[in-house]
């Protein structure tokens, strides 16, 4: 069975670190794109930053560019999201997801599994 399970969340100071793991099996994980998506109280689901198959072209949103670094581990199927100097606004859900598209997206609709998600809270 396909399952992503994110970990790594958790309350933490503005200005701080918090490194997400996401740890993916029953698919050929190589062969997809991963994503990371956020979804604070009250509001959609956001992007946030998606990475290759092979890591080697990345993209982030505007909102952390600059703070915030995807990678990924094929070895051990597992995507990473190290955020730093994080902010309150940067609260959210967090949600891993995999798509089978030839390029990395901020589209939802092209990310084929989703995580269950895991809560980042940003104290000011």
């Known amino acids: 069975q396909v399952q992503l399970v994110e970990s790594g969340g958790g309350l933490v100071q503005a200005g701080g670190s918090l490194r997400l793991s996401c740890a993916a099996s029953?698919?050929?994980?190589?062969?997809?794109?991963m994503g990371w998506f956020r979804q604070a109280p009250g509001k959609e689901r956001e992007f946030v930053s998606t990475?290759?198959?092979?890591?080697?072209?990345?993209y982030y949103a505007d909102s952390v560019k600059g703070r915030f670094t995807i990678s990924r581990d094929n070895a051990k199927n597992t995507v990473y999201l190290q955020m730093n100097s994080l902010k309150p606004e940067d609260t959210a859900v967090y949600y891993c997801?995999?798509?089978?598209?030839?390029?990395?997206?901020?589209?939802?609709?092209?990310?084929?599994?989703w995580g269950q998600g895991t809560q980042v809270t940003v104290s000011s």
């Open positions: 990475i290759s198959w092979n890591g080697g072209i990345t």
């Open positions: 997801a995999a798509g089978m598209t030839p390029r990395p997206t901020p589209m939802r609709s092209e990310y084929d599994y």
């Open positions: 029953g698919f050929t994980f190589s062969s997809y794109v």
